[in-house]
């Protein structure tokens, strides 16, 4: 059907645009142009005509160029074949209308996961427009996006920003979406989108599926509302890490520095400290244990029983490499 309506109105934008070319550039929509053609036919005087069914800018540009521009007539023929699919054209979107009327009413039944999640409108409007149920679930979501958007190839020198639902389709005219804050709304429409189509593949194996009653389009239109519920929450400010409460009268752990390594450096003598320097002795019997040659060390009970002897017993003129 809605091909038939397409040939018939490139027919028409054919034939009539021998009278008028510029008619079809200012009115887009099939049943307005095939409406205004009726209207005007071959006058030659627009004041006859009522244009109260169209904007105001667009029928005061009409008016303008029908006034300003010479407009040849058509043959009777001609005319009579361009009525006849104009027409055509008003009856074919009449019985569209019935048939999306009838598809709202039923899509409830037919496809209860996606009229969930869009509305039993939307849902008609995409069925409608992929050619059924099993072709709308075979799209992509990316495809989905686009069936029923506008066309904005030609506007003849018009701004584009007065596209309709900024060159979405149809589900840009959901609930969800049109809830969502203008900034979020494209966003929320690509979700929307992802859902419905797997919404749509579980309705079109209903025969196979179990599932029946639309408890997965509710699940998932919860899952959109969640998600986008979250899009608008606020960031969570980050905290200063507060500083330590000051411990008055404590000391603080010292760190390794010249202050704290000046007393081993006082027990330096010809550039060796005193541990060192005993750790290089060859102890004797007296000990028990002999210096280790592999490891340049011994153990640190040895070690301090003879620094103790060494700096007690003897005599601090003798070195202490004179083991007696």
Not at 83 to 92: G, M, N, Q
Not at 152 to 176: P, Q, R, W, Y
Request: hydrophobic share 40%; glycine share 6%.
């Amino acid at each position: 059907m809605e091909k038939e309506i397409e040939s018939l109105y490139d027919f028409v934008k054919t034939m009539y645009g021998r009278r008028f070319k510029e008619l079809e550039l200012m009115v887009r929509d099939p049943l307005d142009y095939a409406r205004l053609v009726k209207k005007i036919g071959n006058k030659m005087d627009l004041s006859e005509v009522s244009l109260e069914d169209l904007p105001a800018p667009t029928a005061l540009a009409i008016s303008m160029l029908f006034s300003i521009m010479d407009m040849p007539t058509l043959e009777e023929s001609d005319l009579q074949r361009v009525l006849d699919a104009c027409d055509r054209i008003i009856e074919l979107t009449e019985t569209r209308k019935e048939v999306l009327g009838f598809l709202e009413s039923e899509t409830s039944s037919a496809a209860p996961n996606l009229s969930a999640i869009l509305g039993s409108s939307i849902t008609a409007k995409l069925v409608e427009e992929a050619g059924g149920l099993a072709s709308l679930a075979s799209m992509p979501a990316c495809n989905v996006k686009l069936l029923g958007r506008e066309e904005i190839d030609d506007l003849l020198g018009f701004s584009s920003a007065t596209v309709k639902n900024n060159g979405m389709g149809h589900v840009f005219e959901c609930e969800i979406v049109q809830s969502t804050p203008p900034p979020l709304r494209k966003r929320a429409c690509r979700l929307v989108c992802s859902k419905a189509a797997l919404a749509a593949r579980v309705d079109a194996t209903t025969t196979i599926n179990s599932t029946k009653g639309g408890e997965i389009g509710r699940a998932l239109r919860e899952e959109i509302l969640k998600t986008i519920n979250k899009w608008q929450e606020r960031p969570l400010l980050k905290s200063a890490t507060p500083l330590p409460v000051p411990r008055i009268g404590e000391s603080k752990k010292k760190r390794g520095g010249r202050r704290y390594q000046a007393p081993y450096g006082r027990a330096q003598a010809g550039g060796l400290s005193l541990i060192v320097r005993v750790n290089r002795f060859v102890y004797t019997s007296r000990y028990g244990l002999k210096y280790d040659l592999e490891n340049r060390s011994c153990s640190s009970t040895v070690v301090k029983a003879f620094v103790m002897e060494l700096l007690i017993c003897w005599p601090s003129s003798r070195a202490p490499g004179h083991v007696g």
